[in-house]
């Protein structure tokens, strides 16, 4: 979504980029099949959307993370590509977070082989948006959007954080 996925041993195409920094618009696509397409690629990650003129305060987590493919074959290896990370927008008055508090849209992870000589690639990152309109205020972000491990790992996506001052017509 917001990063390239990875690439696996057994083919050179990629998942691509697709869809804007800010506002993200997109969930997360899912992973690639395997070479038998029995074997499917994990679910993308999901898009939040919040938008008040007041306050947010996470305590917790805001996830939007692609997942791990579920199939499994021999040797407990999956086949299928991770999915990639989804959206998280958030438009608000003013924005904080609790210590331990993250947004993460992360790419879920391929697989690799124990050998490492074959395996799925990983998803790529999603996209984290933030626009805060009180522009007097001093925020501090933490956020992950890395892409997936995988035979090739996804790549990261992207994060835009906007201050912004609303006008009154």
Known sequence: YGG?????????TVGAVYGTPAP????GSGGGSGTNAEYDGGRGGGLVW???????????????????PSTEIAGGCTNGGGGSGGGI??????????????????GGSGNSF????????GGGGGRIALVITD??????VYFQYQGGDGYEDGQA?????????????
């Open 4 to 12: 390239a996925g990875g690439q696996s041993s057994s083919t050179d």
């Open 50 to 68: 919040i938008e008040t003129t007041g306050a947010v305060y996470v305590a917790g987590m805001i996830t939007a993370n692609g997942m791990r």
């Open 24 to 27: 993200p618009l997109y969930a």
């Open 157 to 169: 996506g992207t994060e835009s954080i906007a201050l912004m001052r609303r006008l009154k017509i």
């Open 114 to 121: 124990s050998s490492g000589a074959s395996g799925s690639g």
């Open 89 to 106: 927008y958030i438009n608000c008055g003013s924005f904080s977070q609790s210590t331990g508090s993250w947004l993460k849209a992360n």
């Open 135 to 140: 522009t007097t205020q001093s925020v501090q």
